[in-house]
């Protein structure tokens, strides 16, 4: 699936985009349900996608979309951004469907605006007495806490997966006991990184689900609605609390494929007569966004998400940072949003890290088997046995060697990138695993480079090839969770020999060792790449180089050498003096 972002009213809405549904059928959208983003939905969205354009949207405040600006909005607010999205996509008229949370902000819109909703379909409608209500407010919602022995990870795990053990989910006597069995490990792993993605936001759209009573809303829906719930769904007991005389309420069939059937059938039994436009192009981010914003930039190894600051008109060179791999741009955000006073700036999420996608693999030669350049070198080993799949697909960890191939790949994918952001004669800044393919993106040549600024320079005789994969282990998603300890205790231990992030008083600083976590837990299949690429070292920069302030980075204990050239330390205005005057 395609993803992105459009910007509504000065806030950015993340959203995957696949199918193509015709001149005469409207685009499906799917609305997640709480905790979590839209990734769960990522299968029906699949099997939609074979008859419909289908828009996954993240909930405001989750995953990639930022959070309203009312401090605790209410349902009312939820469906109001979302048909403020709409309009912004372009979609004039669609089919809905959201399942629990998403349930009632479909809800919420289609009851308010349904010019704008064409069939609906709710999955999962909480009917909540006014004590079950208090009673969830009250328990439903553990705010997210960094402890410093990263137990909130397993609190967080435990907290849901037991949602598919009892309901409520605290409530752990025999008689909330759920039938079901929970979902398998890599389903609870997105649902709970979800979660701790959203942190202090997840609670929000709950509360608002919980506060609203659905009953007065069906009441007033003029659009053709289809209210089901799966056995397995604790929600599927509410279907009888519902006013059965104005609605079609149905027990729905388990599975991926009979839940997708079902809202085919009933989108195209309640399809407008005659053409209509099935959606506009698909818009980037579309007006200004204050401070650092997002996009998603397509490459040969997959799309990479980037983050952008800069001048209102533009100019001066460009500034582009790639990060301490396997961290994402998060880790650059403050030096983002400073260099961005000065001249545009960019950075970038490293294939196979954050955000961005390595969905395809280079060979294990320089440039072999990478799409667009011709060659088909032998694939990069993988893991033996049922972990086979290319990286990030299905099941598969990445366990390939380093090697040049890899290194190269990335670097060519970065050059993609420049070349889609129109980046010509920019100035890089890489840090750590960033820094050696910020030297390999120069030495592609194209005058894409100016000068770099080197931070925190892995020195290829202390991480060797084996060195970088014994400091990236295997994070596969596990029954119990415990894979987020093992990534917990993987930065934190860095962060003990580096020196960790403090805050004021010299505690270590939980909520960045956290942010670094969720890095890794995002993209467990692929974290490794890019720092186990930094091990081959690329050969000489062709440019000048300037050396930078590092950003902390655990994986390179031990393993940073001093970096040559122009003294660009001592903060951002340093840096692009030194960068001025290295450039010429």
């Not at 704008?116 to 409608?125: E, M, P, Q, R």
């Not at 790949?409 to 129109?422: E, F, Q, R, S, Y």
Request: hydrophobic residues 40%.
């Amino acid at each position: 699936m395609e993803r992105r972002f459009v910007t509504v009213n000065g806030r950015q809405v993340h959203y995957a985009r696949a199918g193509h549904g015709g001149p005469a059928r409207l685009p499906v959208v799917l609305l997640h349900a709480s905790p979590g983003d839209w990734r769960p939905l990522r299968e029906l969205a699949a099997e939609l996608a074979r008859s419909f354009t289908v828009y996954a949207l993240d909930t405001p405040g989750h995953g990639g979309s930022d959070p309203l600006p009312a401090p605790d909005p209410d349902m009312a607010g939820y469906g109001a951004a979302l048909g403020e999205t709409l309009t912004a996509l372009g979609l004039e008229r669609v089919h809905l469907y959201g399942t629990h949370t998403g349930a009632k902000i479909a809800l919420s819109l289609a009851a308010a605006r349904p010019e704008l909703v064409a069939s609906l379909v709710l999955d999962g409608v909480g009917v909540s007495t006014p004590e079950e209500r208090a009673d969830q407010l009250a328990h439903y919602l553990p705010p997210v806490e960094p402890r410093s022995d990263g137990g909130h990870l397993v609190a967080a795990w435990h907290q849901v997966r037991n949602m598919f053990l009892y309901w409520p989910w605290y409530d752990e006597r025999a008689a909330s006991r759920l039938a079901a069995a929970p979902p398998p490990a890599s389903y609870l792993h997105e649902v709970t990184t979800g979660l701790l993605e959203a942190g202090a936001n997840y609670p929000l759209a709950y509360r608002a689900a919980f506060t609203c009573d659905p009953v007065p809303l069906l009441a007033r829906l003029t659009v053709p609605t289809l209210v089901l719930a799966s056995p397995a769904d604790p929600l599927h007991a509410h279907l009888a609390r519902l006013p059965a005389h104005r609605l079609q309420l149905e027990t729905s069939a388990s599975g991926t494929p009979a839940l997708a059937s079902r809202i085919h059938t009933h989108a195209t039994s309640h399809a407008p007569t005659g053409a209509v436009p099935s959606d506009a192009a698909p818009p980037g981010t579309a007006g200004r966004v204050e401070g650092v914003s997002h996009r998603y930039i397509p490459t040969r190894l997959g799309q990479l998400l980037v983050r952008a600051a800069g001048p209102a008109d533009r100019s001066g060179r460009p500034l582009v940072i790639l990060p301490p791999a396997p961290a994402s741009g998060r880790a650059v955000t403050d030096l983002l949003a400073e260099a961005g006073r000065h001249r545009p700036a960019f950075a970038l999420d490293l294939p196979g890290t954050g955000g961005s996608d390595l969905t395809a693999w280079p060979g294990s030669g320089p440039r072999d088997g990478l799409p667009g350049t011709g060659g088909s070198g032998p694939a990069a080993r993988l893991g033996s046995g049922p972990r086979d799949d290319l990286p990030g697909t299905g099941g598969s960890y990445l366990a390939a060697e380093a090697g040049s191939g890899l290194r190269d790949g990335i670097a060519l994918a970065v050059g993609d990138a420049l070349d889609a952001l129109g980046v010509d004669g920019a100035d890089i800044y890489g840090i750590g695993a960033g820094a050696v393919v910020a030297v390999a993106v120069a030495r592609l040549g194209n005058g894409r480079v100016r000068a770099l600024a080197l931070g925190g320079l892995p020195d290829p005789a202390v991480l060797t090839e084996s060195e970088a994969r014994a400091r990236t282990p295997d994070l596969v998603p596990d029954e119990h969770g415990t894979h987020l300890l093992r990534a917990w205790h993987l930065v934190r231990d860095g962060g003990l020999a580096t020196g960790p992030p403090e805050l004021p008083g010299g505690r270590p600083d939980l909520a960045e060792l956290h942010r670094r976590t969720l890095d890794l837990a995002r993209s467990w299949r692929t974290y490794a790449a890019a720092f186990r690429a930094a091990a081959a070292w690329p050969g000489e920069p062709p440019v000048p180089v300037v050396a930078a302030d590092p950003v902390w980075d655990p994986f390179t204990a031990g393993a940073v050498r001093a970096v040559p050239g122009h003294d660009g330390t001592g903060g951002v205005a340093s840096l692009l003096k030194a960068l001025d005057d290295a450039a010429g």
